[in-house]
Nanobody
């Protein structure tokens, strides 16, 4: 079983910052990568940032230079530091874990955390 619990969302003013956290609890799984996605109603869920267990990162173009993803492998926790937030980035942010166990790849999602950026 894999459980993902997000925290750190909330309401901020435009230009402000938030730090999201995602803690994963796993049993007999290897986590290949974890990442953050965002989605608002009527739109596709889109990648914000991802990081592998080896530390390789991937960022969406629209957040490069403003957001930083990091992880603590010992605690199976991934963080997303978000700076210079824009109102259009209001969305539900979801944590994702890409896992493998006995050769089987699986993808798990958290319940999401709301980020609201006001003018």
């Amino acid at each position: 079983q894999v459980q993902l619990v997000e925290s750190g969302g909330g309401l901020v003013q435009a230009g402000g910052s938030l730090r999201l956290s995602c803690a994963a609890t796993v049993t007999s799984f290897s986590i290949h990568a974890m990442g953050w996605y965002r989605q608002d109603p009527g739109k596709q869920r889109e990648l914000v940032a991802a990081i592998t267990s080896g530390g390789r990162t991937n960022y969406a173009d629209f957040v490069k230079g403003r957001f930083t993803i990091s992880r603590d492998n010992a605690r199976n926790t991934v963080y997303l530091q978000m700076n210079s937030l824009k109102p259009e980035e209001t969305a539900v942010y979801y944590c994702n874990a890409d896992t493998q166990w006995r050769g089987v790849r699986s993808n798990y999602w958290g319940q999401g955390t709301q980020v609201t950026v006001s003018s």
